[in-house]
């Protein structure tokens, strides 16, 4: 599976170098990295990622971007790719109506489940989603000497459908596939633990439907890549189809890919 880069503020920053890829090949470390937002980094992490990193791809809203904006990493290059709008993740000019539509998800674990798989299922049928994530797939082809990094917010979503692309590009079992994506889990548990702390004084909230309901928004689940995948299916006809005609990797493009990413 990827394996966690140790970094002081940024707890799920990983590794795909070691995956096991077509004909049993591994993936070359230190080339391809998954994150959550960087904003969080300290000096040294900072520093960090600047010898390992030769460009940041941003999968984050405008909104988010100005919120936690990235620190700058000298001589790294910046892409701003969002895959979501304001609108499509729920987010609307009626503050009153967002933050009640917010609250409803923190109480109701079904309610937040819903939501979830919603999500899901609208970033693997979306052609503007498509049409991103076929731009960071243009940016992978790119010959250059260190990691592409891409990220979202927490990691697990939009920056987890870009690590199931890639690694369905690069031969990845679909076993592995869904391991991968579920360690997210094992990565954020301490960070997830404090942020249920938080918003349970925050809101009062302190039942346990209310914990499970945010358990089910900030963490991965099973049911999440795989309404992703049956989203793909009714929509593409599959992900074969998607990679070929919606993202348009052609088999040299994959050949390509390969032949970058893998030892």
């Keep these: 599976m990827s394996e966690r880069i140790q970094l002081n503020g940024l707890n799920n920053t990983r590794d795909l170098g070691g995956m096991t890829g077509a004909e049993g090949r591994k993936v070359r470390r230190g080339r391809l990295i998954r994150s959550g937002h960087l904003f969080y980094a300290d000096e040294a992490d900072r520093a960090k990622l600047t010898d390992l990193v030769g460009v940041v791809v941003d999968f984050r809203t405008d909104r988010e971007v100005k919120e936690k904006p990235d620190p700058v990493l000298p001589g790294v290059e910046a892409v701003h790719l969002p895959i979501l709008t304001e609108q499509t993740v729920g987010i609307s000019r009626e503050e009153e109506s967002d933050r009640h539509a917010g609250i409803r998800m923190?109480?109701?674990?079904?309610?937040?489940?819903?939501?979830?798989?919603?999500?899901?299922?609208?970033?693997?049928?979306?052609?503007?989603?498509?049409?991103?994530y076929a731009r960071f797939v243009k940016l992978l082809l790119e010959e250059r000497?260190?990691?592409?990094?891409?990220?979202?917010?927490?990691?697990?979503?939009?920056?987890?459908?870009?690590?199931?692309?890639?690694?369905?590009?690069?031969?990845?079992?679909?076993?592995?596939?869904?391991?991968?994506?579920?360690?997210?889990?094992?990565h954020l548990k301490e960070e997830i633990d404090n942020l249920l702390g938080e918003l349970q004084k925050m809101m009062n909230l302190s039942d346990p439907a209310s914990e499970m309901a945010m358990r089910v928004l900030f963490g991965a689940e099973k049911e999440y890549l795989d309404t992703?995948?049956?989203?793909?299916?009714?929509?593409?006809?599959?992900?074969?189809?998607?990679?070929?005609?919606?993202?348009?990797?052609?088999?040299?493009?994959?050949d390509r890919l390969r032949s970058m990413y893998l030892e």
């Design 106 to 132: 923190m109480k109701e674990p079904e309610t937040a489940r819903a939501h979830m798989c919603n999500m899901y299922r609208m970033i693997g049928s979306s052609e503007f989603c498509a049409s991103q």
């Design 145 to 186: 000497e260190k990691a592409v990094l891409w990220h979202c917010t927490a990691g697990k979503d939009r920056a987890g459908f870009g690590s199931v692309i890639v690694e369905e590009l690069l031969g990845v079992s679909r076993e592995d596939i869904y391991e991968d994506y579920l360690m997210t889990n094992v």
């Design 228 to 254: 992703l995948y049956q989203a793909i299916d009714d929509t593409f006809g599959g992900m074969e189809t998607y990679l070929r005609d919606v993202l348009q990797v052609l088999d040299e493009d994959r």
